[in-house]
């Protein structure tokens, strides 16, 4: 009986599959091109630069050439019994701004999405905007020139009214309010835009589906517009979490600067670096500390990433 082989079929072909995946791609390849160059240049190219963390650097050796100390660098924030304090005040600085941002970027969102005068939400949203591209160090003026104590603008009204005057830069108390309501102030337009971005996305017919139920303004929110923005606040939560003991150097500078009176209720791990460096041009402790806080921010990240994934694994990252 004669046996009749099949025609074996042609092998598959990786390195064509994805020649041709590429090349149906290339449009949306070419508009990454940027940011992959962006953060080659930025994030990967500087890597070897963490070994200055671990030498002692001289700038005629190089960074290759100078001497290694090994974990020398990282006693120095260590041992000047300030680290405890220091890291405290970042990350709470920096969680009552991921969670407020978040809060009033969602509200603001939802309020611009109700508005029906297109014309009034765009002047709206450009008011709201505009302070995110003032520079810091403007913004620091602005709030001397409104809370000084001798020609601020507040105190100038209580002393009109005869009132004593507030005396705001002599003691620290007020300060974490002052900086995160100037935060507030000056990021909740822009974060709202990515909120607002993912509500214009979903379905209108949904929300026209629920109105014809009989659901209310509050109803809708909470059952259609708040569970659609879930994916993104997540997402959001977990890039901010990673630079979560990286303070905002230019806020607090330019708002508290070199007033050490403040420093026991404001004074985060950049501020006190940048001090110690500016003194003594020390850059291998601002580099150990710098990796002091990417190591930190790296195991938040992963912590709360696997947390996220136990619990709803659609909303994680990897």
Same mark, same amino acid.
Request: aromatic share 14%; proline share 5%.
């Given at each position: ?18 020649? =041709? ?40 050796? $190089? *960074? ?75 913004? $620091? ?37 002052? *900086?995160?309501? #100037?935060?507030?102030?000056? =990021?909740? $337009?822009?974060?709202? #835009? ?7 996305? *979903? ?43 990286? $303070? ?59 947390? #996220? ?10």
């Amino acid at each position: 009986m004669t046996t009749i082989n099949p025609r074996k079929p042609a092998p598959y072909s990786m390195k064509g599959a994805l020649s =041709k995946k590429l090349f149906n791609s290339k449009t949306l390849i070419l508009m990454c091109v940027p940011a992959i160059i962006y953060f080659i240049a930025f994030s990967y190219a500087p890597l070897p630069g963490i070994y200055v963390a671990f030498v002692n650097y001289n700038y005629r050796k $190089g *960074i290759f050439g100078s001497p290694f100390v090994g974990l020398k660098n990282f006693d120095f924030v260590a041992k000047s019994g300030k680290l405890w304090t220091l890291t405290q005040n970042t990350i709470l600085f920096n969680l009552a701004f991921i969670l407020l941002d978040n809060l009033l970027a969602v509200t603001v969102a939802i309020l611009l999405k109700e508005i029906q005068s297109k014309s009034f939400r765009k002047v709206s949203q450009t008011m709201m905007f505009l302070p995110y591209f003032i520079s810091q160090v403007l913004v $620091g003026l602005l709030v001397f020139s409104l809370l000084n104590s001798d020609t601020g603008f507040l105190n100038v009204i209580l002393k009109s009214l005869g009132a004593e005057p507030l005396r705001l830069y002599k003691t620290g108390d007020p300060w974490p309010f002052i *900086i995160i309501l #100037v935060h507030l102030w000056q =990021k909740t $337009g822009y974060n709202s #835009v990515v909120y607002f971005a993912a509500i214009m996305g *979903i379905d209108d017919s949904i929300i026209e589906a629920s109105m014809i139920d009989g659901a209310n303004g509050w109803q809708k929110i909470r059952y259609i517009i708040l569970p659609s923005l879930k994916p993104t606040v997540v997402i959001l939560l977990l890039f901010a979490l990673g630079g979560i003991v990286k $303070g905002d150097f230019g806020l607090f500078w330019n708002l508290v600067g070199r007033n050490p009176i403040l420093y026991q209720k404001v004074d985060i791990i950049e501020m006190f670096v940048y001090r110690a460096t500016v003194s003594d041009f020390n850059f291998s402790t601002a580099s150990a500390v710098g990796l002091y806080q990417s190591l930190i921010g790296f195991i938040l990240v992963l912590t709360v990433n696997a947390i #996220v994934k136990k619990i709803e694994p659609d909303y994680s990252l990897f």
